[in-house]
């Protein structure tokens, strides 16, 4: 992963970025993963080419031709940050309407075990979800305790001062990567 810039930022920010890099760098078979507000805005993520992936489409979704997979591996859905974030405010969104419907509480967790991969997602506090993209061989335990261990330790910064704050940042170097040219 290619540690995004957290210069500027306050330290309760650098910090989620912190931890964000070392659940990805901790856990063998993380693919990508992203902070997802309650609104389904992008907060923070592993994808070193989200800002290019988002400047380039102007919605944050790949832009046709690019390749969707890096390094021989896959690299997330369609290769985009922004892809997960969408997908996992989507399920957010159903088991939350699911919860409801069948009257159980509150949705902790949920994990998709697919063919090639699996997706897990996790309230982190007031709406916000953290959803992890893992290769097919990935650990599902380890990655849900590393998932509740960032939970435990972003939940109680996660404040809205915070989300506009790394909304504002990811908005700032997608920009600053657009009018550079670079991916990152």
Same mark, same amino acid.
């Given at each position: 992963?290619?540690?995004?810039? @957290?210069?500027? $930022?306050?330290?309760?920010?650098? %910090?989620?970025?912190?931890?964000?890099? %070392?659940? &990805?760098?901790?856990?063998?078979?993380?693919?990508?993963?992203?902070?997802?507000?309650? *609104?389904? =805005?992008? $907060?923070?993520?592993?994808?070193? +080419? =989200?800002?290019?992936?988002?400047? *380039?489409?102007? /919605?944050?979704?790949?832009?046709?031709?690019?390749?969707?997979?890096?390094?021989?591996?896959?690299?997330?859905?369609?290769?985009?940050?922004?892809?997960?974030?969408?997908?996992? #405010?989507?399920?957010?969104? $159903?088991?939350?309407?699911?919860?409801?419907?069948? +009257?159980?509480?509150?949705?902790? !967790?949920?994990?998709?075990?697919? +063919?090639?991969? #699996?997706?897990?997602?996790?309230?982190?506090? *007031?709406?916000?979800?953290?959803?992890? !993209?893992?290769?097919?061989?990935?650990?599902?335990? &380890?990655?849900?305790? !590393?998932?509740?261990?960032? &939970?435990?330790?972003?939940? !109680?910064?996660?404040?809205? /001062?915070?989300?506009? /704050?790394?909304?504002?940042?990811? /908005?700032?170097?997608?920009?600053? %990567?657009?009018? @550079?040219?670079?991916?990152?």
């Amino acid at each position: 992963m290619t540690a995004p810039s @957290t210069f500027g $930022l306050s330290s309760e920010a650098r %910090n989620l970025h912190w931890l964000l890099t %070392n659940l &990805v760098e901790e856990v063998p078979g993380i693919l990508s993963v992203a902070v997802v507000s309650s *609104d389904g =805005l992008l $907060l923070l993520s592993s994808d070193p +080419d =989200l800002a290019k992936a988002r400047t *380039d489409s102007g /919605e944050g979704a790949r832009t046709p031709g690019a390749p969707a997979v890096r390094a021989g591996k896959r690299a997330g859905p369609r290769g985009s940050a922004a892809d997960l974030a969408t997908v996992v #405010s989507g399920i957010g969104s $159903l088991t939350v309407g699911a919860a409801k419907l069948m +009257d159980y509480g509150q949705v902790r !967790h949920t994990m998709v075990a697919m +063919d090639e991969g #699996s997706l897990f997602v996790m309230s982190i506090s *007031d709406g916000s979800l953290l959803g992890v !993209h893992g290769s097919a061989d990935v650990d599902m335990s &380890v990655v849900a305790y !590393h998932m509740a261990l960032f &939970v435990g330790r972003a939940g !109680h910064v996660l404040t809205p /001062e915070l989300r506009s /704050e790394l909304r504002m940042s990811m /908005e700032k170097t997608a920009l600053e %990567n657009k009018s @550079t040219g670079s991916p990152r």
